[in-house]
């Protein structure tokens, strides 16, 4: 059981009866996330929701203006109902407990295979509306730490990468071939057009299912960028589990509605996805680094062994426009190094830890 500090707790009550009219009955902790943000469950006798606390307050304020600014534009995102004169702490509406995750790791039946496919259907149309229609008129200077997915947050990720994840394992590296290769590949990325609203974690865990529908949390950390990352956040998502052919499906119904939109989107895509998936794995790979081989956060070290299998698949079936040789070489080699095969040995051993 989490506790909540008197402070904060008393303030989520405040908030609460504030926005319901209602005397909190029950004020609960909710199971840490991948943030660090404190998350709590307050019913009241009629009208329950999501209380947040968070230190951070220009990442307070990115969640919470986008939250309004996507609500205006028709996209199921949280309401929010209340905010705390500093803008530390916040309501939220609730969409419950059952995040896309949780449904795609279910083994007893459910879903369907025809409702899964339903609902990664859905979850791919709405990705975007949310990404074109969202960006009409959206206030940028909430967008926090940088407005744009440009050069340097590129190579914020993959430095990210390299200390959080190579440099760990102690696979052997060029250091200057691969920040050359870093440089040339961030280069690259760079030329696509950025005028879409990039989520910049839209994954499996971010995507709560409510009536069979999907809804969309935790895009604070969204700026401008270029939409195939966002595709590549979902359709690469680690422990999600889905197969190559389910990745084209759903890449290929993902390109229809934003074909929609601009008929050059598509051609965009086909030109720059296979480069946005493999920097959403090494920025994907450094969290699990530093969440899981640093602070020893077991989901974190359970994300690993499944992504060495995608990353596999992409150095196998993907090839890369700009010259990466260092770069390509340790990614290729990556899954198959001795340091990494005893890491995910020890992971696979204890499974049910956390």
Not at 204 to 211: A, L, Q
Not at 293 to 306: A, D, H, M, T, Y
Request: glycine letters at 6%; aromatic letters at 14%; charged letters at 25%.
């Amino acid at each position: 059981m989490i506790a909540i500090d008197e402070p904060i707790r008393a303030e989520f009550a405040r908030l609460f009866e504030e926005w319901s009219g209602e005397k909190p009955q029950a004020i609960s902790a909710l199971p840490e996330s991948g943030s660090y943000r404190l998350y709590a469950r307050i019913n009241g006798v009629s009208k329950h929701a999501v209380a947040v606390h968070y230190t951070d307050l220009k990442e307070n304020l990115a969640f919470i203006g986008f939250a309004r600014h996507f609500r205006e534009s028709g996209i199921p995102v949280p309401e929010i109902f209340n905010v705390s004169a500093d803008s530390l702490c916040y309501l939220q509406e609730d969409f419950g407990d059952h995040d896309l995750f949780e449904i795609l790791q279910h083994s007893d039946g459910y879903p369907s295979p025809e409702l899964r496919t339903e609902l990664l259907t859905k979850v791919v149309e709405w990705l975007p509306k949310i990404q074109i229609e969202g960006h009409k008129n959206l206030n940028y200077d909430l967008a926090y730490p940088r407005k744009v997915f440009d050069k340097q947050s590129m190579l914020w990720d993959l430095n990210y990468f390299k200390y959080n994840f190579l440099k760990l394992v102690r696979i052997s590296f060029d250091e200057q071939a691969l920040e050359d290769d870093f440089h040339t590949f961030t280069s690259f990325l760079a030329t696509a057009p950025q005028n879409a609203f990039l989520y910049r974690d839209f994954q499996s865990r971010n995507i709560m299912i409510r009536d069979n529908q999907p809804c969309f949390i935790d895009f604070q950390g969204g700026r401008m960028g270029f939409p195939a990352y966002d595709l590549a956040s979902l359709l690469f998502d680690a422990k999600a589990g889905l197969s190559p052919d389910e990745r084209t499906s759903l890449y290929n119904a993902y390109q229809k509605v934003i074909g929609l939109y601009d008929p050059e989107w598509p051609l965009l895509m086909d030109k720059y996805f296979p480069a946005f998936v493999l920097i959403r794995k090494m920025q994907a790979l450094g969290a699990f680094g530093f969440r899981g081989l640093i602070e020893n956060k077991r989901g974190f070290l359970q994300s690993i062994p499944p992504a060495m299998i995608n990353l596999s698949w992409v150095t196998d079936n993907y090839t890369m426009v700009p010259e990466i040789p260092e770069l390509w070489r340790v990614l290729s080699e990556l899954p198959h190094f001795k340091g990494m095969k005893r890491i995910i040995a020890d992971i696979l051993k204890h499974p049910d830890e956390k």
